[in-house]
Structures are given as C-alpha cells and as structure tokens.
C-alpha cells in the first residue's frame, strides 16, 4: 500500500530527526522540512511516483543523522536509496567544496535525484525569506539565493511546475 509506504519514510525520518531544529528564531522542528519537500513534489510538481516521495522525505538523514546507506537500502529499497544518495553531501568535505560540488553535479542527476533536489532549493528559499536562520546577515541570504540558483539553473529539465515554484520564492530573494 504505497500510503504505509510513505508514511513509514516520514515515521523514520521523524525518528532520526526527532532532535534537530532548524536554523530560524523559533527554531522549527527539522522534520517540517523534509515533509514540505515531500508536500511540495506531490501538490506542485503533481509527482506520484513513490519513491521520490519517499526519497524527498529521507533526503537528510544520511547527511545530518547516524543512518547509514545500508540501513536505507534495506528498509526503502534500492531506488530510494540511490535518489538518497545522489542528493546527500559528503561531509568531511568543506563547506565551499561541498556547494561547489552541488553546481558541478546538478547536470548529472537523475530524474527523482533532480526532482529532490529543485524541491529543496526551494523550500530553502522559501524558509530563508520568511523565517531567516537568526544570525544569517542579509548578504549571506541573498548569497544563498543566488547559490541556489547555479544549483538549480544545472539541474536536467524534469518538471516546469517545480521550477515555476522556484523561480516565484527566488523573486523573494533579500535586498
């Protein structure tokens, strides 16, 4: 039943990001995040395919929590855990190095890594505009935007819905 399936990505992700907060005044809880992409992609992007869904939701958890590839693959399967994968940061890289990498990589990604990907960009524009991390000055905001644009602007076409989406919130980008 593909909705026990989904939930039981946004049930694991909840429970590997049950102590994080993210970056804003009130310091939301993370898993907001991940279930805004996953919301996102289905009401959008009107992407049905399951394992992007379920991809968009697990996409931090090899990144900012102790879930291993492994694990993922034996729980979501192959498909998930490739999308996963090609989305997550290797993170005894720098910082810089690591957003270099994302421009670099964007051509390459596969459809639900693309898909993911755009999804989260522009989540993350829409949470930096209206709730700012608290001690991020307005140049490092506008610097994201503009990062996450090169990001996006390489990335394969997969869905004109998705990049409508983006392109509106980095309209809202700070001045």
Not at 2 to 14: C, E, G, I, N, T
Not at 60 to 67: K, S
Not at 124 to 139: E, G, H, K, V
């Amino acid at each position: 039943m593909p909705a026990a399936q989904l939930l039981d990505a946004v049930m694991f992700a909840a429970e590997r990001h049950r102590n994080q907060r993210r970056k804003d005044v009130e310091a939301s809880p993370y898993i907001n995040h991940p279930i805004a992409l996953a919301h996102l992609l289905a009401t959008v992007g009107r992407v049905d395919d399951l394992d992007v869904l379920r991809a968009a939701v697990l996409h931090d958890t090899l990144e900012d929590t102790a879930t291993s590839e492994a694990e993922l693959r034996e729980r979501f399967g192959d498909a998930v855990a490739d999308i996963v994968m090609e989305v997550t940061d290797d993170k005894s890289l720098p910082k810089q190095r690591r957003k270099e990498l994302q421009i670099e990589h964007a051509p390459h990604k596969s459809r639900g890594a693309a898909l993911v990907k755009l999804a989260d960009k522009t989540c993350n524009l829409r949470d930096i505009a209206t709730a700012p991390p608290a001690d991020w000055p307005i140049i490092r905001r506008q610097e994201y935007f503009d990062w996450a644009k090169r990001v996006v602007d390489g990335l394969p076409p997969v869905s004109e819905a998705m990049l409508a989406a983006f392109r509106a919130e980095y309209q809202k980008r700070p001045s």
